[in-house]
């Protein structure tokens, strides 16, 4: 299977403190996305990082990519009760015409 | 607003019987996709179409059926033969491939078996 991998499956944290997580892929990629799913219903896309890319911000998220290790992180900083969501990871390969998603990880954001 | 629209956001099927899912966009997008999300995992893909009257199979294709007749409408079906279709189905679509442009997803549609 190409689908990636993440983790920590689960990660429960208290308000304010800082999230990470990561994905590990198998395939050579064009780009990687990041997408936050609220519990029944769709993917939101967050943020997406080209492979010749090292890091990007947007607002209170840092994603990372090392294609060498052929892996991500996403890191949320001074987290909020609203963050608690499942995160995943999804691969846009440079061959093939479908994208890969991770196993996803589930956060926890306690008041 | 553009989006995504998937209906019904329930459905329920009996033995034997088909049923079809309903996805809509007005994003002008080229490729639109189906998933399947079983309790605590990923997605897996179901079809995808790239373009108007193609679509491929994906890793799940197996007792489900999909047309692309119009750009704006990619229809599920979901056949007798898929033996365990209780799942979370996810409609999405994007732009061109390798265009650098992430998937807009739908709300989804929750399948169970009466």
């Known amino acids: 299977s190409q689908q990636g991998e993440e983790d920590p499956q689960a990660l429960s944290i208290q308000e304010g403190e800082n999230a990470t997580m990561n994905c590990s892929y198998k395939t050579s990629i064009n780009n990687l996305q990041w997408y936050r799913q609220n519990s029944g219903r769709g993917l939101v896309h967050l943020i997406l990082i080209r492979s010749n890319e090292r890091e990007k911000h947007s607002g209170r998220l840092r994603v990372t990519l090392d294609t060498s290790k052929k892996s991500s992180s996403l890191l949320i900083t001074a987290s909020r009760a609203a963050d608690t969501a499942s995160y995943f990871c999804?691969?846009?390969?440079?061959?093939?015409?479908?994208?890969?998603f991770g196993t996803g990880t589930s956060l926890t954001v306690i008041p | 607003d553009g989006g995504i629209t998937q209906s019904p956001k329930y459905l329920f099927r009996k033995e034997g019987q088909n049923v079809t899912l309903s996805c809509e966009q007005n994003?002008?997008?080229?490729?639109m996709y189906w998933y399947r999300q079983d309790p605590g995992q990923g997605l897996r893909l179901i079809y995808y179409s790239q373009i108007v009257n193609d679509f491929q199979k994906g890793d799940i294709a197996e007792g489900y059926s999909v047309s692309r007749e119009k750009k704006e409408s990619f229809p599920l079906t979901v056949t007798s033969a898929q033996k365990n279709p209780t799942a979370f189905y996810l409609c999405?679509?994007?732009?061109?491939?390798?265009?650098?442009?992430?998937?807009?997803f739908g709300d989804g549609t929750r399948l169970s078996i009466l």
């Open positions: 999804a691969t846009d390969p440079l061959t093939g015409n479908q994208f890969y």
């Open positions: 994003l002008n997008h080229d490729a």
């Open positions: 999405a679509s994007s732009g061109q491939r390798l265009s650098n442009q992430p998937q807009h």
